[in-house]
């Protein structure tokens, strides 16, 4: 078991900056696929970014290509979301998700534990 706990949202203008941080605890951090999701209201929940077991390897959702990053730090069991040039459309509740394996999946049914998430809101 993966216990996964995300902190960092909040209430942003268009144009500024958050990020996000997901602390795990548990089995060794190590071993898994990391990867952000977000769900908006109405919305089924969609694919943000993945980053693999080192942190070597990364992907992105086309819509936040160049505006986000993801990174993570193995000792000290956290991934990272850096999300610059926000814009309302970014507004959504943001989950990080731990998968066994070392494809760096989109999919959410490909991941095995979620945190519980936290909200982003982009005002305009």
């Known amino acids: 078991q993966v216990q996964l706990v995300e902190s960092g949202g909040g209430l942003v203008q268009a144009g500024g900056s958050l990020r996000l941080s997901c602390a795990a605890s548990?089995?060794?951090?190590?071993?898994?696929?990391m990867g952000w999701f977000r769900q908006a209201p109405g919305k089924e929940r969609e694919f943000v970014a993945a980053?693999?077991?080192?942190?070597?390897?990364?992907h992105y959702t086309d819509s936040v290509k160049g505006r986000f990053t993801i990174s993570r730090d193995n000792a000290k069991n956290t991934v990272y979301l850096k999300m610059n040039s926000l814009k309302p459309e970014d507004t959504a509740v943001y989950y990080c998700?731990?998968?066994?394996?070392?494809?760096?999946?989109?999919?959410?049914?490909?991941?095995?534990?979620w945190g519980q998430g936290t909200q982003v809101t982009v005002s305009s």
């Open positions: 548990g089995r060794t951090f190590s071993n898994y696929v």
């Open positions: 980053i693999s077991r080192r942190g070597d390897n990364t």
């Open positions: 998700a731990a998968r066994v394996g070392s494809y760096l999946a989109t999919g959410s049914y490909d991941y095995d534990y």
